[in-house]
């Protein structure tokens, strides 16, 4: 699970360096590297897909597909720290629409924890100036706050359609809707992919095919509280690699507001108990 983490902030690294291909592309070809896998796994007759709930499984492509677009964005806008921490506060949200439309308990120490991570998303955009003022979330920052917000509602879905549906149709369902998204924006966009681009996309699929596997192999082993705490390590390392690689700024309010960010979802995963159903995905860029 420590190294599915580690791979991820691998792809999120590539994302950051290869900005200069364009999202689009790069969103549509991590689409076409999870189709291929889950051809391959099909042909060998490893799974089946079998589809039920094509409504929701079409939700679930269309949110899944948008939260990893926006993940891109806020990546490439904002840096890797900053964006990847404000994208992965989906758990606290994941925990409060669960519990709106799946029923599922919220306790308050949970109450606690959200308010905490709230906290910690002003810190985490906040810049030092003349007293106290709610309007300083800019565009972009609060592009990542709504991505996280809909990989939240994408959580959700997942969490119904594993009523119905087995995880390779979920995940089908995401690389299908999600190619056919960014399909027109990615052949459109001006500027060639290059040599080094070609690598640095082969990359990515690399990163994200290998943090794929090892996340589903580490959770056969795991605990899902226990895996989800790990994956936990992601944010960080990307906080670490955007400071020391890419020399990204930091401030104590960002740090600490980082800090309260991962804490907090650390402390929701760590509160589930074994008949909650699992926060986790398939999301990471």
Not at 95 to 115: N, P
Request: charged share 15%.
């Amino acid at each position: 699970m420590a190294l599915a983490s580690t791979f991820f902030c691998m792809t999120g690294c590539l994302v950051k360096y290869g900005s200069h291909i364009g999202i689009y592309k790069m969103a549509f070809f991590r689409f076409v590297i999870g189709l291929g896998l889950i051809s391959i796994a099909v042909m060998s007759g490893r799974v089946t897909l079998v589809f039920n709930n094509k409504k929701l499984l079409f939700l679930r492509g269309l949110t899944g597909g948008i939260a990893i677009l926006i993940g891109l964005v806020s990546i490439t806008r904002l840096g890797l720290g900053k964006g990847m921490v404000l994208i992965c506060s989906y758990p606290i949200f994941a925990s409060v629409i669960s519990a709106v439309f799946l029923k599922e308990r919220l306790r308050l120490f949970d109450i606690g924890a959200i308010l905490t991570a709230i906290a910690g998303i002003y810190l985490i955009v906040y810049e030092k100036q003349q007293g106290f003022s709610l309007l300083i979330f800019g565009k972009y920052e609060l592009l990542a706050v709504f991505g996280a917000l809909i990989a939240g509602i994408t959580i959700t879905l997942i969490r119904k359609l594993h009523d119905t549906d087995s995880s390779s149709a979920i995940y089908f369902s995401q690389c299908v809707v999600g190619m056919w998204l960014v399909l027109g924006p990615a052949l459109s966009s001006e500027g060639s992919v290059g040599l080094n681009g070609v690598f640095i996309l082969l990359g990515i699929g690399a990163a994200v095919t290998a943090g794929q596997l090892l996340m589903t192999e580490g959770f056969k082993y795991v605990p899902v509280k226990t895996g989800s705490l790990l994956l936990m390590i992601e944010p960080v390392l990307c906080y670490i690699a955007g400071v020391t690689i890419f020399s990204e700024s930091v401030t104590i309010f960002r740090v600490f507001g980082s800090v309260l960010v991962i804490g907090s979802c650390a402390v929701v995963l760590a509160g589930r108990k074994k008949k909650d159903r699992p926060i986790k995905s398939d999301l990471s860029v």
